[in-house]
């Protein structure tokens, strides 16, 4: 997929890669779409995730089970190369919906319960880079038996550390080595975790209160950030 421009703002149509193995999915998903103009477009599809890149699109729609292998462990990957991910699977399994969340997808849809408007609403509201909770997503959420705290993956804990420093979402993208959208990607899911457990926290304020009440972030741990380019150290 072409990272330069999914760096860039959507203003038009929002346009979707779909990797699908199963024609009838292909041509369902196609119909939802409607033929343009349409606020969504499906600009480019294939049995693979290789079968899309090089392709520009907005947001990546994505099967978990492609010809019989599951690619949960691809969506990290996809996800850090600045990928917006919209996982579309029939695997809604609680565990499997945590884990492609952890890894940085940016929603689940649930084949067997998505709805054209269903469908249409979470690709739009993920293309505008605002939080979305699906039933799948919910499910996984009020499930989660691990500690009684919003579980952030390592990435975004780290990419709240450096924000909490005074840092721009731009330089903890540089800093990080990835796109400020990821960035806004990881901040936006840690509050949607907390909103989800009951601890809105609509701010930076509040949410480095509930990071540091949970211990996710060491008091100590929000130093004055230092930006590279003064930093005398080593290179």
């Known amino acids: 997929m072409g990272q330069q421009h999914l760096a860039e703002p959507v203003t038009g149509p929002v346009t979707v890669a779909l990797v699908e193995d199963h024609q009838v999915v292909v041509d369902g998903v196609r119909s939802w779409f409607g033929p343009p103009p349409s606020p969504v477009e499906l600009v480019a599809e294939g049995p693979t995730i290789e079968a899309v890149q090089g392709v520009e699109a907005d947001v990546l729609l994505l099967d978990l089970n492609l010809n019989g292998t599951m690619v949960v462990d691809r969506v990290a990957e996809l996800c850090q190369g600045g990928q917006r991910v919209i996982?579309?699977?029939?695997?809604?399994?609680?565990?499997?919906v945590r884990a492609v969340l952890d890894a940085g997808a940016s929603a689940f849809i649930g084949k067997?319960?998505?709805?054209?408007?269903?469908?249409?609403?979470?690709?739009?509201?993920?293309?505008?880079?605002?939080?979305?909770?699906?039933?799948?997503?919910?499910?996984?959420?009020?499930?989660?038996?691990?500690?009684?705290?919003?579980?952030?993956?390592?990435?975004?804990?780290?990419?709240?550390?450096?924000?909490?420093?005074?840092?721009?979402?731009?330089?903890?993208?540089?800093?990080?080595?990835?796109?400020?959208?990821?960035?806004?990607?990881?901040?936006?899911?840690?509050?949607?975790?907390?909103?989800?457990?009951?601890?809105?926290?609509?701010?930076?304020?509040?949410?480095?209160?509930?990071?540091?009440?949970?211990g996710l972030i060491q008091p100590d741990e929000v130093t004055i950030y230092t930006s590279l380019a003064a930093d005398p150290g080593p290179r």
């Open 87 to 96: 996982v579309f699977s029939e695997h809604e399994e609680p565990e499997t």
């Open 112 to 214: 067997g319960r998505a709805t054209r408007e269903s469908c249409l609403e979470t690709i739009m509201e993920v293309a505008a880079d605002r939080p979305t909770v699906t039933p799948p997503m919910a499910q996984a959420i009020a499930t989660d038996e691990r500690p009684h705290r919003p579980q952030l993956s390592d990435k975004e804990r780290e990419a709240l550390l450096f924000w909490f420093q005074s840092m721009s979402k731009a330089s903890v993208a540089a800093r990080m080595g990835i796109k400020e959208r990821t960035v806004r990607q990881y901040i936006d899911r840690a509050r949607v975790k907390y909103a989800a457990a009951g601890r809105p926290a609509p701010t930076k304020e509040k949410l480095l209160i509930c990071a540091i009440q949970d």
